[in-house]
């Protein structure tokens, strides 16, 4: 059985930030974290880290989840912490120069 998914919404300075807990995959509610990225864009945040530091698996609905992010953010679109599972999956699917990818928030200041 599949780890529930969970979704906060923080920030770091002024970048809103979604922190996701569980798994990323078929059968979770996905649907929320569409709901609440279009939420978080028209709040007008142009800058979105998705922190997946405590998700555990992604499958093909995860990156889906995650191209979705990214069309409605564009972008401004920042993933932090993604297994090195999953970006060996985005880069099958060739979607890896799609997103930029950090290790560490103190790196926000950097990706300005």
Known sequence: ???PLSL???AIADVAVLRLRGELVYGQDLQSVHDTVVRLKQEGHGRLVVDLTDVGATDSSG???L???RKIVGTGLIL???SARLRASLG???VT???AI???EAELDRKK
Request: glycine share 0%; aromatic share 4%.
């Open 1 to 3: 059985m599949s780890e």
């Open 8 to 10: 906060v919404v923080d």
């Open 63 to 65: 990156i889906s989840t």
């Open 67 to 69: 191209l979705d992010i």
């Open 80 to 82: 932090l912490r993604p």
């Open 92 to 94: 099958i699917a060739r």
């Open 97 to 99: 120069s799609m997103f």
């Open 102 to 104: 950090i290790e560490d």
